[in-house]
């Protein structure tokens, strides 16, 4: 008998190894290093920040006031340009070239740029913006919106405006000739666009923060139920949604922070 218990044993652990470095070889094969972004000090004000392009072959990230770009499939990183302070947003502008930057120490806050041109301002020599569907109309300064983000077209774009009643979602076109107000005041942050056209957004009530598919309306049951914080996004296809969240026993570790894939049977689960 103990001849056939220690081959059972072996065969056991055997197995158990071949299964996991499988199940290694699976997870490390849905990753890929594409670039290092230092971070200019330890508090989390100078944390870089990064965004893909809409076409998925670019990724953008900052160091500081430095903002770079770089192959997804490799190559050398090119610096695209200097902010006069730190750098605390970064989005694809549509399928073009271009990316949407947040410049924390200049005003205009909000500028554009590629690897074909310079920096310019995003809403040109505009210093504000007007809601022209409200009536009366309601106007704010161009300095005051956070957290952009272009459609995947590039002909609008999202954002929070915070006002003394509470936090708006404002929609506006790239040029900021037109805007119009689509959820608010509410304890609201980081919009997103779905594959379909629809703003999506973080709502905070009852010490919660949770995904509204469409913002404002009822957020999604997430199961297993977590809160969702930081940016999100929407994949192409248009059934799954990728998040940030945290919740007690359990964490979602993606590449970097904690996150998991949201797909369209609402159960929450690492990408």
Request: aromatic fraction near 8%; charge should be positive.
């Amino acid at each position: 008998m103990r001849p056939l218990l220690i081959v059972t044993l072996l065969a056991a652990a055997f197995f158990a190894a071949y299964w996991s470095q499988r199940r290694g070889a699976e997870r490390d094969a849905r990753l890929s290093y594409v670039t290092t972004a230092y971070q200019s000090g330890v508090v989390g004000y100078r944390d870089p920040v990064g965004a893909f392009s809409i076409d998925g072959r670019r990724v953008a990230f900052t160091e500081g006031r430095h903002l770079f770009e770089v192959p997804v499939a490799g190559g050398v990183r090119s610096e695209l340009g200097l902010a006069d302070g730190q750098i605390r947003h970064l989005s694809a502008f549509g399928p073009s070239t271009e990316w949407i930057f947040e410049d924390t120490g200049a005003s205009p806050r909000w500028w554009v740029v590629s690897a074909g041109a310079s920096k310019r301002p995003l809403f040109g020599a505009r210093t504000e913006i007007t809601a022209t569907a409200d009536t009366p109309a309601t106007s704010v300064r161009v300095d005051a919106f956070r957290q952009l983000a272009a459609s995947p077209d590039g002909r609008w774009i999202v954002g929070v405006v915070a006002r003394s009643a509470g936090l708006e979602v404002w929609r506006l076109s790239a040029d900021g000739q037109s805007a119009e107000i689509v959820h608010g005041p509410a304890a609201v942050s980081f919009p997103a666009w779905t594959a379909s056209g629809d703003i999506a957004c973080i709502l905070a009530s009852d010490g919660r923060a949770q995904l509204s598919g469409a913002c404002g309306e009822t957020p999604v049951t997430l199961n297993p139920s977590i809160n969702v914080n930081r940016p999100i996004a929407f994949q192409p296809s248009a059934t799954e949604r990728l998040f940030r969240g945290r919740q007690t026993k359990r964490r979602f570790r993606p590449i970097c922070g904690n996150g998991g894939i949201l797909s369209k049977t609402e159960r929450a689960h690492p990408p």
